[in-house]
């Protein structure tokens, strides 16, 4: 049986696997975290009466609750703070929560092999997202030229989202990308170009009607290939991702990025 502490417990995403946890005979949720729901029962919160735990205003509070595995999945201001505590505390981590930087992963890995625990980072959990991943890897080695297009809902805070972060770091392990045009020798506004991650050009729409896309697209001369993903509108998708990474996530020491870690594709 592997105890899970699950930060985010009510929103959108994280009371999407409470549920799907509750009926499980190898996981257990034994503490939940929200600030607004803090004190109450999770079971009834969600209304799913085989929930039974407390739920924390904070990580440090709910880790007074032995876990083998916390899972984080509150925001990003909360996130590095969250997992940190997590890892001080024995546990292993998975990490949903997108807006985290490469500089906070590389202070977590630091943290996590100190302490022999694994996490588990993955942008987005979707299998059609780790497809995007593995096929543009294979796209990079062949073709040295791409950007990164993000398409989300008006009301995402964090740009670019956790799923164009992750698929910059992954091609940029491939190699850099190699523009024709410099981006110090653009004319005009500089951010017309988009952001640089990871030393790929990322460019983030921020709009109603979206919920998460993420496209990547490879150009040669007289010939491109665009990968895409794009979500529904339920928090489905992300479950079954999500599960995998709480029951293999002690296989592992240190940070490891993407759900295709703990895959054999
Ligand atoms: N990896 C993936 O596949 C995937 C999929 C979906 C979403 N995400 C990411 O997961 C994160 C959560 O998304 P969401 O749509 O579920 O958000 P949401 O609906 O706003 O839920 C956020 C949850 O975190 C709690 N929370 C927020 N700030 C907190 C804090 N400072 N301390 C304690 N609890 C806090 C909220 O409860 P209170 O407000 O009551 O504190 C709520 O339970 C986002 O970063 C999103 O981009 C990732």
Known sequence: MIRVC????????????????APLDDLSLVAAISRRRAGRDLGDVLGEPRLRCRVYPSAQEALSEPCDVFVEYTK???????????????????IGTSGLTDADYAEIDVVAREQQRGVLACGNFALTVVLLQKFAETAAKLIPQWEIVDY???????????????????LA?????QPTIPLDSTVGPREARGATLS????????????????????G???????????????????VDGALLAIR???????VHRGLDTVLDL
């Open 199 to 218: 030393g790929t050009q990322v460019h983030s729409l921020r709009l109603p009607g979206y919920v998460i896309s993420a496209e990547v697209i490879f």
């Open 173 to 177: 392990k491939v190699r850099p990308p």
């Open 6 to 21: 699950l930060a985010g417990a009510t929103g959108w995403a994280g009371s999407e696997l409470a549920r799907a946890i």
């Open 248 to 254: 293999r996530v002690s296989t592992l020491v240190g």
């Open 152 to 170: 989300a809902s008006d009301s995402k805070v964090d740009a670019p989202s956790g799923t164009a972060r992750e698929l910059a770091a992954r």
């Open 220 to 238: 040669m001369p007289d010939q491109k290939l665009t990968i895409r993903h794009d979500s529904g509108s339920s928090a489905r998708p992300y």
């Open 76 to 94: 990003p201001d909360s996130a590095k703070s969250n997992v940190l505590a997590a890892l001080e505390d024995g546990a292993h981590v998975v």
